[in-house]
């Protein structure tokens, strides 16, 4: 006889996750996911309250799955590696790039993730309105182009390829020489991928927030220190 796993609310979020990954959002449901599970759609409320307190608990999950600062790392390098990380879990989960910020109850992974990156920022000499500046913008920009991303008609070299011959197959000769010029020279290069234009991007955003924190004096104090930072300097032990 074969042992019935218990099941739990993890795994009920990480089975809803899936479906979601594989149809998108609009093809979740709770009989859909009772079904991958395995019981009855009405044994799911043992485990999440409603459809929204599923949705918190799969965009927890996403929440869990990118990089986060630590104490004591560069606050640039940090926001690097948080926006490259936040890009790819995107990337693997498209359905929740409207849903990240819209949590009225966040999980905790989602509250650890936004105070981890509030206090690498601050750390980093940020004043607090810099701090709140900076994270709307790093955020702007990671889920902006996360969007335009998952709205593209191709997906890889190849379709991109095929894309871009197609609609300059329509151009009278003469016609739109820039765009024929972009495609031609730039999207049509061998190792061509849009997804390469997020770093170029990232970059300049993050120069433009070290310059403007030069220029900005902080005020107030630095904020609370850290729970592992030694009480008396802010700073990680030695």
């Not at 449901?29 to 929204?52: C, D, F, I, P, T």
């Not at 009225?104 to 980093?124: E, Q």
């Not at 031609?184 to 390469?196: E, F, I």
């Not at 070290?210 to 904020?223: N, Q």
Request: glycine share 10%; aromatic share 6%; hydrophobic share 40%.
């Amino acid at each position: 006889m074969t042992r019935r796993t218990t099941l739990t609310r993890h795994r009920v979020l990480l089975a809803a996750v899936e479906l979601a990954d594989a149809g998108g959002l609009e093809t979740l449901s709770m009989r859909k996911l009772g079904e991958a599970v395995g019981v009855e759609a009405m044994s799911l409320y043992n485990h999440v309250a409603n459809k929204e307190d599923l949705l918190d608990g799969m965009v927890d999950l996403v929440f869990a799955e990118v990089e986060l600062p630590a104490p004591g790392d560069d606050w640039r390098t940090a926001m690097r590696r948080r926006a490259c990380s936040m890009r790819q879990a995107l990337a693997r989960h498209r359905w929740a790039i409207g849903l990240m910020e819209s949590r009225a109850t966040p999980g905790p992974a989602t509250l650890r993730h936004h105070d981890a990156v509030l206090g690498c920022l601050r750390r980093g000499g940020f004043s607090l309105t810099l701090t709140a500046h900076a994270v709307s913008l790093l955020d702007s920009y990671i889920y902006g182009f996360a969007l335009q991303e998952k709205a593209l008609p191709f997906e890889g070299p190849q379709e991109t390829a095929d894309v871009a011959e197609a609609i300059m197959s329509g151009f009278d000769d003469g016609a739109y020489p820039y765009l024929t010029e972009i495609a031609t020279a730039h999207v049509l290069r061998p190792g061509y991928a849009y997804g390469d234009e997020f770093v170029f991007g990232l970059d300049l955003v993050l120069d433009g927030l070290r310059r403007a924190a030069e220029r900005t004096t902080p005020t107030g104090p630095p904020g609370p220190a850290d729970p592992a930072t030694d009480p008396g300097t802010g700073h990680a032990p030695d």
